[in-house]
Structures are given as C-alpha cells and as structure tokens.
C-alpha cells in the first residue's frame, strides 16, 4: 500500500480521523478493504472450483479481512491514535446470518483456506434479505424474528450481471451480487450470492410469518422459509433452482470467457454440491450444455466429471426428496432430464434402492448426487464409514471408487487469531508464528504439557477471556456469573440428537444433589447457544424447559452458587467467537452414529478447553490424537446404537423405570417447581417424550455421562495445573483440524485446481 493506513483512511474518510465519527471510519475501512482485496485478484488458469451452498455462514467480516490483509495491528494501532476503538467499529458491522450451523460455517472456513492456500475457489449462493430468525426469548420460549442485514453500503456488492431463471413458467432476473473473500497472505476470490430486485420485505407479515404466494417479493427473504407447509416447501424449491440455474450459467459464462468449448468443461470448472440443496445443478447443467447443442450421454459425462458431492448428514429427514409433482410444478424443464437419468440409473443396478424417482413418485436428490457426480464424500472417519458400510451401503457397491472421506475443518484465522489475541500471543511467544499458516507447528507446544509457568500463564489466559465473556452476558442479557466457575459449553443447532436434553437431565439431576448436601467438586455455569427450527416442537420444548429451570435455580439460593444456567440469546457466529475462548468443558455429547462430524468440538479445542463427548463424528479423531487421559469419552459406541436401531428393541421406558435418579429427573420436569414458571403443555410433552419414545437414546446414556462429567469437574478442582495440561495438548493436537489441511485434501483429491 503506498502511504500508510493513517493517511489512506484520512484520505478516504475527507477529513482528519480524529473528527470523523465511528461510522465514517468504518466506511472507511470498508473501501480500503476493497482496494487491497482487488490488488489481489489473480487470473485464472487452469481448473476453478464453484462451491455451491445454500448456505455461507460468514460472520462479520472486517477484522477478519484486517487480519487476512495483514493490517489488523497497523489498523487497531491508528484508530487508538486518533481517538476510536476498533472494537466499537466493529459493533456496527451487521452480521449476516446466511446459515444454520456447521455447513454453512464450513462453507465459510472453506473459502477462507482456498483464497488463503491461492486456489481459484468461489462460492455460489443466494442473498437472503433476512437470513435465518433472530432469536428472542420471551416468557421462557424461542420466538423468532426478521434478522436484516443488507445496508447501503456492505460487503456484497451489486453488479450488472443477471441470467434469466424461469421458475414455473416465469421467467425471472437473477442479479449477481460479489463478495471479495480474502486470504491470510493469499490471494482473493469470490462469493457470489444471487437475488431478485423485486423482493420486498413488506410481504413479512409478523415474525418470520410472509406472504408465500408472491414468490418475486418473497423469494430469498429467508433461509429455510418455514416448510411445515406446501407454500413453504415449494418456496424451497424456488430458491434451490434460482441458485443453481444462475449459478450454472455463471460457470458456463465463466469458462467460455476464458476459452472453454464446453466439451472440456471438467477442464476449467470443478463444482462442489454442498450438501442436497444444490443437486438440481447436475440436470440444469445438462439442460444447458444440450441447449448449447452437446447431447444428452456427452452431457452426462461432462457434468458427472465436473461435480462431486458431499453429504453431511445421515439423519432420514434431511436426505431431501421432493414429490416429483412439486419439481413438475416449479421446474418443469428439469423433470424430462431427471426422468432420464432414473432410467439411467436403473440401467446401472436392479436394485431399487438406489433409483432416484422412487415408486411413490419421490425424487431422492442425494441418489441423483451419486450417480452423476464422481465423488461423493462424508465429512469425518466415522461418519463416512457409516455411510459406506449401512446408509449408502448399496451405493458404496455400484461405485467404490467414488466414496471418499474428507474430515471437516476450521479456519484458524477466524477461530484463534481474531476470537483469542491473548492465547495467539502466548503460542507466538512460545513456538514463533508459523502456526498461523502451518497449523501442524502447533506441535511445537506439546513439550510443554508439563511446565508449570507455561500451564499457569495458559490459565490465566482462560480466567481472562471468561471475565470477558461474563461482562459480555451481563451487558449482552443481564446475566451475572462467576469467572472462578468451571465453564461448560454447549453451542450448535438445537437437535434431539445432538441431546441437549441429556444436559438438562444432568443438570436437575445436580439440583436434587445440591440440596441433598452433596455439593460438587466446583461451582458449574452451564451454558447454551441454540435456535430450534421454528416447526421444530420437541426442541423448543427443550429450549423452553433449560430456561425455565434456569430461572428455577436463580431463585434457589443454595443451588445458585453451585449452578447456573446461561441461555445465550440468539447464538451466531459473534456470539460464538465470545464463548468459545472462555470455555473449560466442551460437551459434545450427540448420540454415537449421528452426528456427521461437528466442528464446533474443534474449535473449542484450538481454544484450549478439554472435550465432554461421545464416540461421533470428529471426536473420534480427535481422541485419537490428544490421547485418553486429555479427553473425557463416555456412551454407547457408534456400534451399539446402529444395532439397538436394527434390532429396534429399545424401549425407553425401561430405562426410566430401571433407574431412580433418571425418574426424579425426568419426573422433575412436570414437578411443581417447573410447573411454577413454566408451561405444562411443553414440559408435559417433553417429559413424555424422554419417557415414552426417546428416538435418540437418551436415557441410556445418561449414567455415563453423570460419572463422567463428574471425573471432569474433580479433575479441574483438584488439579488445576493437570487441567491445564490437558489444555497445552489439546490446542497442540489440533493443526489437523485446520480447514487448510482439509481443503488441500480436496484439491489433491478431487478437484485438481489451477
Ligand atoms: C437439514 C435441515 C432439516 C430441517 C430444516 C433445517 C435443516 C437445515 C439443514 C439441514 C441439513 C443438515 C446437514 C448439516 O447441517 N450437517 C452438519 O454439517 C456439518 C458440516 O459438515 C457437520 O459438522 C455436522 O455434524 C452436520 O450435522
């Protein structure tokens, strides 16, 4: 940069720092990001890769970028100077919430470590008005409202660029908006992110509740429209078509530009479907290229060389299939292609399970994924394990050589450079700051699991950022805790089977204890972040019972000081960069076999906290490499609930009846205490649920988790230097987790860029 960052942002702002305002800066600082992001746009050469996703959950982007560019100190530096606090500008970036949880974090980590690694890599997706709810809590309930973003000025900026989408009949102008998406001492890529003028956020009626019928105004309002309706489930497939159709003609546009005949497509684009959401890309493509005059089986061969395919999820109700009268009605240029590619499908195997229309007229988009696609990958060991050997066991026969595993990963940048300067600064001082692009270095560290200044300084490091997260609460939602609490976390998706309930279980179960007199090693704050899909009732139940019996401890004097529960409100990615440095215990503690890989256990990792989990997903790799002792592992085995499912021989009730402290429990919930704050119609439910059904074996588990969680909180009180060792090691064993690591996978594996 010519001249320094206190005369080109003077320069930008028109006028001295020190008299501009906040906001001015802040603009500021925008343009100047731009400027550097587009001095290092490379041209392409070679294969580019297009990763699709309905979802990119960015988070805020400025310190990031700051970071990226290398100007995050020079920055912070000259606001002090000039009478600012880049903290303070921080708060007015809007966050964008373009997703749900780990996938679209993923997404996000992914483009991060392509531009950081210099791979031509951009994303396609849409841009939501509104993205997902707000959460809001409200007589001890999730209510959910409009969360808007988009401002004048921001990071997407609008081009000239739109392609003609026809949904229906009609035919639609998809505008392309570009996001710059930078490297840590990389190079700089794009997200590109699709939307319709005439959306208008005045068809939104009350909450997230809109007008379903008027698809221009509502179309890309918000992620994951309410689809407990037809309206709602059509509108889904609205957008899933909007983005893959003008995404497929931004590739086509693309490649041609650069000198593709198309006939070597796979030559110049690699395009990743994220998840199901985006699989109509593989018959829109063939509709194009056919348009474009190549024939069908060329067509076929063309796509299926140039997308590949990651599932994320083993859950039945996430493996999207879609009616096929609703694909007819929404997207009826797609539904001779698709016809086609069943009967080809069923040419390849007699076994029906592996078609894509099924006999109920259901079309079955992962099916259509593996069988035009040449690589289709899980997103942990275990997990595509599973796939191969039982959910897509009959796949896995037609084409071994297609699966492959890709274990998930996180940036670094983001989730220990931005969220934890403390820490970051600590590691530097001890191995030097290789670490930030060769995570592997952070083995360096291990030959300090046992020096005690270094163990000490890392606790000091962790009471630090819990004094900041508890005066974050208390401002934030005027909750007050105590820093010298062992702090447990449990932050993703509000899901049965990730069991949040089995928390809530343990901790009634420390209410009765803590009356009785049998106090704990050391006082507990448990806290959540979750939002519950709006149809979602069971886990609302969940949501509505943990904050009720929040307020039950608060008003028991003798339990409080023992125990407190902290439901962050509106969980996202700022929130999560404020916990995840503060935590002691991470609780993973999803039902073995069902949670495809979690990345949230990493990150907390990197951070120094010790993992409370079950054999799933990436906790098996991660207990792998820290070690038995430096991870608490309770539970059944991945094994052992595949065949408690097969065998379908559980019965809840028996467990419930077997064991008393497990009845006190889950009886509590409908006792008189709760019934006092709470609402009987929910806490009823629930407890009938946990007693009756428990679809995610629950019960079983929770003895283990009470012995174990136990261990861990007398292993932090009595042993703290112990504690902290474990710590060292964690955030030692973690450079595998870096999504550096995971996308120079990809690359070397399936896409093959540059
Ligand atoms: C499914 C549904 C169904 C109900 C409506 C909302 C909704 C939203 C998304 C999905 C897809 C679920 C797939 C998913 O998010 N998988 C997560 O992917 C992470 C990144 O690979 C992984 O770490 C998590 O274990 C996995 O649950």
Known sequence: ??????????????????????????????????????????????????????????????????????????????????????????ELEPEPSLGNGGLGRLAACFLDSLATLNLPGDGIGLRYHCGLFRQKFADGRQTELPDPWLTDEGWAKRTDTVYPVELAGTVYQARLYRLAVTGYNGGTNQLNLFDLDTVDESVITGGIAMDKTCVDKNLTLFLYPDDSDEAGRLLRIYQQYLMVSAGAQLILA??????????????YAAIQINDTHPSMVIPELIRLLEQRGIGFDEAVDIVTRTCAYTNHTILAEALETWPRTYLEQVVPQLMPIIQQLDALARTRSDDGTTAIIDDRGGVHMAHMDIHFTHSTNGVAALHTEILKSSELANFYKLYPEKFNNKTNGITFRRWLLACNPRLTGEIESLIGPGFKQGAGQLEGLLPLARDRAVLERLGGIKRANKEDLARWLEEKQGARVDPAAMFSI?????HAYKRQQLNLLYLIHQYFEIQAGHMPPVPLVSIFGAKAAPAYTIAKDIIHALLTLSAVIDETPEVRQWLQIVFVENYNVTAAEKMIPACDLSEQISLASKEASGTGNMKFMLNGAVTLGTMDGANVEIAQRVGEENIYIFGQSSGQVIHRYDAGDYRAREWYDADPNLRRAIDFLTGPEMLARGSAESLGRLRDDLMNSDWFQTLPDFNAYLVRKGQALADYAHDPLGWQSKCLTNIAKAGYFSSDRTIAEYDRDIWHLG
Do not use: W
């Not at 693309?254 to 030559?267: I, S």
């Not at 449990?490 to 509000?494: D, G």
């Open 1 to 90: 940069m010519n001249g320094s960052v206190s005369e080109k942002l003077t320069q930008l702002c028109g006028k001295p720092l020190e008299r501009a305002t906040d906001r001015e800066v802040y603009l500021a600082l925008l343009r100047l990001v731009e400027e550097l992001a587009g001095q290092r746009v490379e041209p392409v050469r070679g294969r580019k890769l297009y990763y699709i996703s309905a979802e990119f959950l960015m988070g805020k982007l400025l310190s990031n970028n700051l970071i990226n560019l290398g100007l995050y100190d020079q920055v912070r530096d000259c606001l002090e100077r000039t009478g600012h606090r880049l903290s303070d500008i921080e």
């Open 254 to 267: 693309e490649c041609e530009a650069r000198g593709c005949t198309l006939h070597d497509l796979p030559d």
């Open 490 to 494: 449990q932050s993703k998706r509000l």
